[in-house]
C-alpha cells in the first residue's frame, strides 16, 4: 500500500487482523430473523446532530439479536450513519453557471465501521453508494429554486451493516459475499439524506425514504440448500444463509413515485413482487421519518415564538445582549 | 454602532439587528462589548474561565477493540481503536537491542492515530480534499503525546513465546522467551459536529477508547507458524493506562492590533474556546497534567503558540485551571 504522507502510516512492516480460533466447545450462534417476513427493524432518527452544518440528522438500527457475551467477536452488526448538509451556498467564482442547484453527494465508511478495517482513501463501493444517493435525492429537490448554488449532502457511515454472516466465512473473511450490506447502507443513506435536507430547509416535493426488500432460500439448519423462497422487508444479511436477490428504492410515497431503484441477483419472475416489497418497507421508514422532522420542527417552533414573545430567561449561562459601541 | 445600540435602553423591535448579525458582521467589536462588561461574559454565555461540561460514552462501536463517543459543547468526536497484529518477522529494520522498553512503542510506530475532520463537521473542512493542515497538524499532536506521555506500556502490545528446548540445540540452548508479534493500535478519531477545541475533545476521546480497549488472547502457533486469537471474552485483557493525562485549551483574545500597543489593549484569557472564538484568537495556550506523584506535579506539556499576552503569573493561572479541569475530567473518565 502507498504510503499517505499527509497521513500517520501504519508500521512499514505491513499488519494483519487477527485470526481467531474458536474452541470446539463454544458453539457460534447465527443470529436468526425473529420478526415477521413483513416487519421492519426498529429505527432511531434524529436532525440537528450537527449545528455547525445548515442540516443534519443520525440515523441508527440497533442490534437485533444480543451478542454471545462469551465472544469477544460481534456476532452481528447495527447500522449508524450521521448526515449532513452544507447549503445552499453560492458555487465559487470560477464555476460554470447553472441555473439548477448543484448537488454534490459524499458517502464515506469510517475506518472502523466494518469487521475489516478500511482506509481512509473513498473506495469504488463507497463512490457508487454516492452516485445512488444522488440519484435518489435529485429528483426531490426543487432545483430550479437555487440558480447558481451548490449543496454537498456529507455522509458518514460509522458502523456499517454485514454482507453476511461471519461465520459462514470460516471467521477470517468477515463475510464479504455478494455485497448486500451495501443495500442496507443504502437505503439508510436515502432516509437520513432526505431528513437531514428537511432540516436544512431546502425545498422538496417529497420527502424521500429507502426501503430494502430481499428474496431468501434458506435452507434447513444451516444448509444452503433447500427450502421455500420467500420476500422478506429489510433483510439483515447475517440472518440469512442464502439471499437469492435484493432491492433497493427510494421511494416518494404522496407522490407515489420511484427516485432510485437498485436491483440485485437473480429474481427470476419475482420481480415485480420483490420492488413492491421493497417500495412497502420504504412506506414504513416513512412514518419515522415523518415522526422525526415533525419531532424538529415543533421543537424549532415553540424556539422561534420563544424569542418572538420575548421570552427571554435571564439566566446565567444564557446568551444575553450586550452594548456595543465603537 | 448606529445609536440604538449605544444607550442600552431596550429599542423598540425592528429597529435593530438580532445578534447573529452583528456577531457575523462585526466578530471582533462583538466579543469585545461582552468581555468589556462589568462582569466580563463571552458571546456564548459562559464566563471567560467556564470549561464547556463534558459527556462520554464508552464502548458503543462493535467492531472495535475500544471505542468512545466524547461530546464537550457542540463539538462531538467519536475514537475507535482497532487492534492488529505487525509480525515481529514483518519488521524491515528490528530496532537495536539496546532501545530502551519505552521508546519501542514510538521506534516501532505501535500507535497509529489519525484524526479526520472531513466528515461534513464543519463548512471549512469538506470532504473529497486531502486533510487539511488543521488535520495533519491535529493527527501529529496526539502521537507526539501519546509517545511522550507512556501511556501504552509495551508489555500490553508485545506477544512472547517462549521457545521450547530443542534436541539438537545443545547445552547453550536453554527454554528463551521471544517477542513474536506486537499489537499495533490504529486509533481512528471522527469528528462529528465541530464547535471550536477539537485538540482536548479528540484527546479525552483516545483516553477514553484506550482505556476501554479489551486485546483479546494471543499467542503463537509454532505449527502453523502463524498469531492465534481467542475469541473468548474470558481470556482477554483490558489495557492498562499509566496515568491519566488530560489537555486544556485556552485562547487569547486582544484588542491589540498593529495600530494599537500591546500596553494599551485589553486581553482576556478564555478557556476552552468555541470556533467562533478561535476564529478571532491568535494566541493559544494547551496544558497537559498527568497524574500527580510524589515529587511530580503531573505538567506534562505546555504548547503555547501566536502571541505574547500570556505571561509568567498568567501561565500559572492557566496551570491551575488545567488542574481543576483535571479533576473534572477525572470524575468524568475515572481511572489516572
Known sequence: ?326 | MGPDMANGAPTAPGLSFPRETFAKLTPGPFLHAHLKQQEPTRANGRSPEDFRKPTVNIGSLTHSNGSAVVRVGDTAIVCGVRAEILLASDIPHPPRDDVEDDDMIEELGLLVPNIELSTGCSPAHLPGNAPGTLAQSLSYRILSLLNASNLVSPSDLSIRYTKPQTEDGGPSEEAREVTKAYWTLYIDILCIALDGNTFDAAWAAVIAALQSTVLPKAWWDADREAILCSPLTAEAHRMQLSGLPIASTFAVFSTASPLKRLEEADSWVLADPDSFEEELCKENLTVVMGTKHAGNDGLLRLEKTGGSVIGKVAMQRCVRMAEDRWREWKGVLGGG
Not at chain 1, 440528522?57 to 439479536?65: R, T, V
Open chain 1, 1 to 326: 500500500m502507498q504510503a499517505d504522507r499527509r497521513r500517520i502510516n501504519a508500521p512499514s512492516g505491513g499488519t494483519a487482523p487477527p485470526i481467531f480460533a474458536t474452541p470446539k466447545d463454544t458453539p457460534l450462534r447465527r443470529p436468526t430473523r425473529t420478526r415477521k417476513p413483513d416487519e421492519h427493524r426498529k429505527l432511531f432518527l434524529r436532525t440537528g446532530v450537527v449545528p455547525s452544518a445548515s442540516g443534519s440528522a443520525y440515523y441508527e438500527i440497533p442490534l437485533q439479536s444480543p451478542q454471545q457475551p462469551e465472544l469477544l467477536v460481534p456476532s452481528s452488526s447495527s447500522l449508524k450513519i450521521t448526515c449532513s448538509v452544507h447549503g445552499p451556498r453560492p458555487l465559487p467564482r470560477n464555476a460554470a453557471f447553472s441555473p439548477n442547484l448543484l448537488l454534490t453527494t459524499h458517502v464515506k465508511f469510517a475506518p472502523f465501521a466494518t469487521r475489516n478495517r478500511r482506509g481512509y482513501m473513498r473506495d469504488a463501493g463507497e463512490r457508487d453508494l454516492g452516485m445512488h444517493l444522488e440519484t435518489a435525492l435529485r429528483g426531490v429537490i426543487i432545483g430550479e429554486r437555487w440558480p447558481k448554488s451548490g449543496c454537498e449532502v456529507v455522509i458518514t457511515v460509522l458502523e456499517g451493516e454485514e454482507d453476511g454472516w461471519w461465520g459462514d466465512a470460516g471467521g477470517q473473511e468477515g463475510g464479504r459475499a455478494g455485497g448486500w450490506g451495501m443495500m442496507g447502507v443504502l437505503a439508510g443513506c436515502i432516509t437520513v439524506a432526505s431528513a437531514a435536507l428537511v432540516d436544512a430547509g431546502i425545498d422538496c416535493v417529497d420527502m424521500v425514504s429507502g426501503g430494502v426488500a430481499a428474496l431468501v432460500q434458506d435452507g434447513q439448519d444451516g444448509t444452503k440448500v433447500g427450502g421455500e423462497a420467500k420476500i422478506i422487508l429489510d433483510p439483515s444479511p447475517s440472518e440469512h444463509q442464502n439471499i437469492r436477490a435484493g432491492c433497493v428504492v427510494g421511494y416518494l410515497q404522496s407522490r407515489d413515485e420511484v427516485t432510485e431503484m437498485w436491483m440485485k441477483g437473480d429474481a427470476g419472475t419475482q420481480v415485480e413482487a420483490l420492488v413492491d416489497e421493497a417500495v412497502k418497507a420504504a412506506s414504513l421508514t416513512r412514518t419515522v421519518l415523518a415522526e422525526a422532522v415533525r419531532e424538529a420542527m415543533g421543537l424549532k417552533m415553540g424556539k422561534a415564538s420563544e424569542e418572538a414573545t420575548g421570552g427571554l430567561k435571564e439566566d446565567k449561562g444564557k446568551k444575553k445582549d450586550v452594548v456595543m459601541t465603537g
